[in-house]
């Protein structure tokens, strides 16, 4: 399986050791995993111009590096969402991301998604999952797993056994 995994975060501490012990559970089980690393891309909200379904044909009409990520966001056959939560939700740049893909709509291939969460505090993600169960629903996609860290947990060895676990068992 092709997985495409977004990762939100502008910092190199927690999510990036979730997204870490994601990708050696996948590629263990022999999936392909590409990462993408959103948080440190520069990808403007969208303008609501509906240039992309006029006279775009699904391409938007701003320049950044939502160009990087679109083809894989295309073609992969899972989606896996990383963020920290950043005051209830997920980072601006990764809810940047995730509106701009309105240029094509729905993932092409995509069959499951994931959503990996980091916070530094207890009960703060709903609304992230909320948003993420809503957008996979629409979307007709499988929400195949939601996985939480806060606190200690962010880099603890059983959290990071549990997420590659997860990974292997896709």
């Known amino acids: 399986m092709k ?3 977004f990762n939100g975060s502008p910092r190199k501490v927690n999510t990036f050791a979730l997204v870490e012990a994601f990708c050696e559970g996948a ?7 590409d990462v993408y690393h959103v948080g440190q891309m520069k990808i403007a909200g969208c303008l609501g111009c509906e240039y992309c379904h006029t006279k775009g044909n699904g391409v938007c009409i701003q320049k950044d590096d939502l160009e990087k990520i679109l083809p894989a966001y295309k073609e992969a056959d899972m989606i896996v969402f990383a963020s920290p939560i950043y005051y209830f939700t997920m980072t ?5 991301a995730i509106q701009r893909v309105y240029c094509i709509g729905k993932p092409l291939k995509a069959k499951k998604a994931a ?12 609304a ?3 948003q993420f169960k809503a957008y996979m629903g629409y979307a007709g996609i499988e929400a195949a797993g939601v996985i939480t860290a806060n606190g200690d947990e962010n880099q603890s060895e059983a959290k990071l056994k549990e997420i590659r676990e997860f990974a292997k068992a896709l």
């Not at 601006?92 to 940047?96: D, V």
């Not at 959503?115 to 709903?126: F, I, R």
């Open 27 to 33: 590629k263990e089980a022999g999936h392909e995993v």
């Open 3 to 5: 997985i495409a995994v």
């Open 92 to 96: 601006a740049q990764m809810e940047a």
């Open 128 to 130: 992230a999952i909320a």
């Open 115 to 126: 959503l990996l969460l980091s916070s530094g505090s207890e009960g703060v993600y709903d």
